[in-house]
């Protein structure tokens, strides 16, 4: 008897413990009483009815991704391809959740699928490789407003893949490789128009500078021969002048010696005459000079 009321003890104990229940955070419980939905318990201590109330579902409130595989759709223009989806949800409400739909993650694949063939019907081959933002904004919009009975918010939809036929993509390769190609060229064309400007720039600066260079060259020329001419100049008045000095002052010598004016005038035509030494030059002379100039002339000639 002893052994049966500790056994039944034991049995009380383990059943009070298995009726306390937890609740981690982000995650919701569904309780059942007798069958019937009796409430939602939150993040917490929570203590069910024994052999009455059951947990019927727990409930991932945290935001989850669903990846779908590629699905057949065509296009406008009757080109098959083959797309596969993202889809971002969150549970917002447990209860709806639960009862909502039998089940929920293959009605959301199911949906997608045929939302995602609606859009690409009225879509051309290049306008759905080229509108991605489009597409997913009309999806998510169009399954959220489908999972909302679900309890279920859509927050974002995306295309992960197109994959269009096999000659689609042989036919794109070609288009882009002949683009890349054409880019090339025009690369090429700019790069080669750019280095004859450049070289047509170096010639012509190349020939301004000579110009300019030949242009001092010749300033400098210049200048430097007339620097020689009056340097000449000066050179032979100096000459000339030093000759003048030297006579005048050999001339006032002789006076101071007591020559006579004969004397003084013969020096004087000895300098007139080395003053126009070897230069076509004709000198006047005054009257009395000229007269002794003359005597000297005819006494050279009788010496003869």
Known sequence: MQYILIAVILILIWVAISCIKIVPQAQAYVVERLGAYQGTWSVGFHFKVPFIDKVARRVNLKEQVA?????????????????????FYQITDPKLFTYGVENPMMAIENLTATTLRNIIGD????????????????????????TDPWGIKVNRVEL?????????????????????ERREAVTRAEGEKKAKVLVAEGEKESAILRAEAEKQSAILRAEAEKEKMIREAEGEAEAILKVQQANADGIRMLKEAGAD?????????????????GQATTILLPAELQGIASLAATLKETAK
Do not use: H
């Open 123 to 146: 879509l051309e081959l290049d306008q759905t490789l080229t509108s991605r933002e489009t597409i997913n904004t009309k999806m998510r919009a169009a399954l959220d407003i489908a």
């Open 261 to 277: 004016e004969a004397v003084l005038k013969m020096k004087s035509l000895e300098a007139f005459s080395k003053v126009a030494d």
């Open 67 to 87: 990846d779908f595989p590629p699905q057949p759709v065509i296009t406008k223009d009757n080109v098959t391809m083959r797309i596969d989806t993202v889809v």
């Open 160 to 180: 992960k893949n197109i994959i269009p036929p096999a000659e689609i993509q042989n036919a794109m390769e070609k288009q882009m490789k002949a683009e890349r």
